[in-house]
Structures are given as C-alpha cells and as structure tokens.
C-alpha cells in the first residue's frame, strides 16, 4: 500500500464517522468516540470512559468550536503514528 492509498484511507476513515450527525466534516463528541473505539481500540485501551473521550476531544480542538475537523484529527494521527514508531524501534 502507498503512502496515497494511506492517506485516501485516513481521509475515508474520517468522513465515515464525521457523517454520521450534525456537521459532515466535523467529528462531535459521540462520532470521536465511536472512531477511538472502532479504529483506535488498540492505542486507546485504557481510555475507554467518556471522560478520556472528553480531554481528549479538549486537547485536539484547537479552535474550540467543540468539534474536531480534519486538520486537528490528523494532529491526533501523526502524534499516535510518532508513538508507535517510537514503540516499534524500542520493541527491535
Ligand atoms: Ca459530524
Ligand atoms: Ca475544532
């Protein structure tokens, strides 16, 4: 898989939950929550309660509009991605 196939994948991937209700290319709360646990569940394993939900939603949003666009999604991503290189190199 390229780097492009990775990239229209993320983009998919966020739409698929940003869709769901309210604005269409914004995640709220429930739609962030339902993309931690269905993509995520392997990093975020011990912030399954709605509170982790909620400071994490509090950190990414960046504007403060109380919903996460794409551009604050992706800080999430590449910070996730960093750590499980840095997990990776350590594990080798
Ligand atoms: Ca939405
Ligand atoms: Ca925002």
């Not at 269409?24 to 995520?40: A, F, G, R």
């Not at 403060?64 to 996730?80: I, P, S, T």
């Amino acid at each position: 898989m390229g780097l492009e196939n990775a990239m229209a994948g993320l983009i998919n991937i966020f739409h698929n939950y940003s869709g769901k209700e309210g604005g269409k290319h914004k995640l709220n709360k429930k739609e962030l929550n339902e993309l931690l646990q269905s993509e995520l569940a392997g990093f975020l394993e011990n912030q399954k309660d709605l509170e982790a939900v909620e400071k994490t939603m509090h950190n990414l949003d960046e504007d403060g509009d109380g919903e996460v666009d794409f551009q604050e999604f992706m800080v999430l991503v590449a910070a996730l991605t960093v750590a499980c290189n840095e997990f990776f190199c350590e594990d080798t």
